[in-house]
């Protein structure tokens, strides 16, 4: 039982670059979610997947698309990275629909845009 | 709309001493909390969540935060530090007056346990 995975682990990119950050779970939960996290300021949620098929946008969703390809995986995409991107980027999962559930994050993805 | 705070980005304690991180929350109504926990280099897991069950919630290592509603605070606390628990500590609360509506973290309390 691996929980939550992501990958890579470390990413450099130019600026202009686009990249997918991948992430899976292996608990059968419904809901998947992708956080950042910059010094001083907590984890900020980007989008959130409540469903199969459904996604939503976060606090700070500009720049960035998702993906819910099935129960199981929840990609973020980056279309042209920008130096404000540079950021450790969480994924996480819970088994309701609701963000009262306790919520399983990955170990993280660190992005590093030039 | 919900808001939290965290008094302390950075906190030092001596093993075998009390910790006490503090959070407060801006709200009109009952809130969800959270206390999450970040090791070095690790994702965040939770330590403990209140849900207006009981005031005094107790979590996993050692850990219980209590719910003040008087004061706006949910602050956490251990009896003895252990070298183990030094991490990051973030506070975080539901946005919102629905379950439905989105969790906010606070900006996290850095923990360092002094031998």
């Known amino acids: 039982n691996a929980g939550v995975t992501q990958t890579p682990k470390f990413q450099v990119l130019k600026t202009g670059q686009s990249m997918t950050l991948q992430c899976a779970q292996d608990m059968n939960h419904n809901s998947m979610y992708w956080y950042r996290q910059d010094p001083g300021m907590g984890l900020r949620l980007i989008y959130y997947s409540a469903s199969e098929g459904t996604t939503d946008k976060g606090e700070v969703p500009n720049g960035y698309n998702v993906s819910r390809l099935n129960k199981r995986e929840f990609s973020l995409r980056l279309e042209s990275a920008a130096p404000s991107q540079t950021s450790v980027y969480f994924c996480?999962?819970?088994?309701?629909?609701?963000?009262?559930?306790?919520?399983?994050f990955g170990p993280g993805t660190r992005l590093t845009v030039l | 709309a919900q808001s939290v705070t965290q008094l302390g980005s950075h906190v030092s304690v001596s093993e075998g001493a009390l910790v006490l991180l503090r959070c407060n929350y801006s709200?009109?109504?009952?809130?969800?909390l959270f206390w999450y926990v970040q090791y070095p280099n690790q994702g965040l897991q939770l330590l403990l969540k209140y849900t207006s069950a009981a005031t005094l919630v107790k979590g996993i290592n050692g850990f219980e935060a209590e719910f003040k509603k008087s004061e706006t605070s949910f602050h956490l606390t251990k009896p003895s530090a252990h070298m183990s628990d030094a991490a990051e500590y973030f506070c975080?609360?539901?946005?919102?007056?629905?379950?439905?509506?989105?969790?906010?973290f606070g900006p996290g309390t850095s923990l360092s346990v002094i031998p």
């Open positions: 709200s009109s109504v009952p809130p969800y």
């Open positions: 975080a609360v539901i946005k919102g007056e629905t379950s439905y509506d989105k969790v906010i």
């Open positions: 996480a999962s819970s088994r309701g629909d609701s963000f009262t559930d306790t919520q399983y």
